[in-house]
T-cell receptor, first 111, second 115 residues
Framework: SQQGEEDPQALSIQEGENATMNCSYK?????LQWYRQNSGRGLVHLIL?????REKHSGRLRVTLDTSKKSSSLLITASRAADTASYFC???????????FGKGTLLTVNP | NAGVTQTPKFRVLKTGQSMTLLCAQD?????MYWYRQDPGMGLRLIHY???????AKGEVPDGYNVSRLKKQNFLLGLESAAPSQTSVYFC??????????????FGEGSWLTVV
């Protein structure tokens, strides 16, 4: 069963705008990760946030985690056409290595 | 730097045929995984291994077998392929997790169609 569920399923924005994707999960976690998948390619790790952290930054990425609401958000600022991809959240559900992935958000950034 | 390499990239099988997907990683990772990705379903864990000579079932193991005879290789076998196994298969590897978790490194995928 899916642990993480991303929202929205699809998002289309213009280059330069910010993109926000959300992830909700059901059970307690040790950490939450975000991955990107370009069309026809494998997944690439973007960022990991621990359960005791509330916010983390990496370049144009900002991730927040609210364990009381069991939710996370991924913000991509000043988006570029190259950011067009599917974005997945992944949680460990306590195992610390067996990640469970959501269904993903398809982000399209129009030039 | 190859990372995680999967072969073959594309394959068409007839129902009932068998095949093996090969995965190799050159990062000396202890942990390896096989996931399948289906439209609208996200990625689901089939089998995984926490070290050479070990394997364990994931979320959707039925119809698949795996072997980890060498640390760098993780093989996924389909003994009698079924149309329901049409999917994109991803191999991945990771170091042992530390207290904050671990990052998983994925291969580029293997597209399998069973007709």
């Amino acid at each position: 069963s899916q642990q993480g569920e991303e929202d929205p399923q699809a998002l289309s924005i213009q280059e330069g705008e910010n993109a926000t994707m959300n992830c909700s999960y059901k059970t307690s976690i040790n950490n939450l990760q975000w991955y990107r998948q370009n069309s026809g390619r494998g997944l690439v790790h973007l960022i990991l946030i621990r359960s005791n952290e509330r916010e983390k930054h990496s370049g144009r990425l900002r991730v927040t985690l609210d364990t009381s609401k069991k939710s996370s958000s991924l913000l991509i600022t000043a988006s570029r056409a190259a950011d067009t991809a599917s974005y997945f959240c992944a949680t460990d559900r306590g195992s610390n290595y067996k990640l469970t992935f959501g269904k993903g958000t398809l982000l399209t950034v129009n030039p | 730097n190859a990372g995680v390499t999967q072969t073959p990239k594309f394959r068409v099988l007839k129902t009932g045929q068998s095949m093996t997907l090969l995965c190799a990683q050159d990062m000396n990772h202890e942990y390896m995984y096989w996931y399948r990705q289906d439209p609208g379903m996200g990625l689901r864990l089939i089998h995984y291994s926490v070290g050479e000579g070990t394997t364990a079932k994931g979320e959707v193991p039925d119809g698949y077998n795996v072997s980890r005879l060498k640390k760098q290789n993780f093989l996924l076998g389909l003994e009698s392929a079924a149309p329901s196994q049409t999917s994109v298969y991803f191999c991945a590897s990771s170091p042992p997790p530390d207290h904050s978790g671990n990052t998983i490194y994925f291969g580029e995928g293997s597209w399998l169609t069973v007709v």
